[in-house]
Nanobody, 121 residues
């Protein structure tokens, strides 16, 4: 499966973005999808994921209440709605696909190229 992220950009603190993760080559609903981010000089961290079975979702404590993950199987796309952006949210955001519903980065097999989110204060 090939994944392509879009929707990143430069926004002011407090603003919102909706990131998209579009898939080709396979049906995305077969996979759990995770969203990860990596800021300069920091390790990649998982921020949210959505299951491939019952639609369960998970968000990291640092983003809970501000980030919402959803999927549109008809469009073969997963979204990450980000509200109340903070400067510390600045990072490259990646989506990834896994057969398992997990927050473990190592379990994700397919990765997109990333989309940059920059939040100005």
């Amino acid at each position: 499966v090939q994944l392509v992220e879009s929707g990143g950009g430069l926004v002011q603190a407090g603003g919102s973005l909706r990131l998209s993760c579009a898939a080709s080559g396979s049906t995305l609903e077969n996979y759990a999808i995770g969203w990860f981010r990596q800021a300069p000089g920091k390790e990649r961290e998982g921020v949210s994921c959505i299951s491939n079975s019952d639609g369960s979702t998970w968000c990291a404590d640092s983003v809970k209440g501000r980030f919402t993950v959803s999927r549109d199987n008809a469009k073969n796309t997963v979204y990450l709605q980000i509200n109340g952006l903070k400067p510390e949210d600045t990072a490259v955001y990646y989506c990834a696909a896994s057969w398992l519903y997990t927050v473990l980065t190592s379990e994700y097999t397919y990765w997109g190229q990333g989309t940059q989110v920059t939040v100005s204060s």
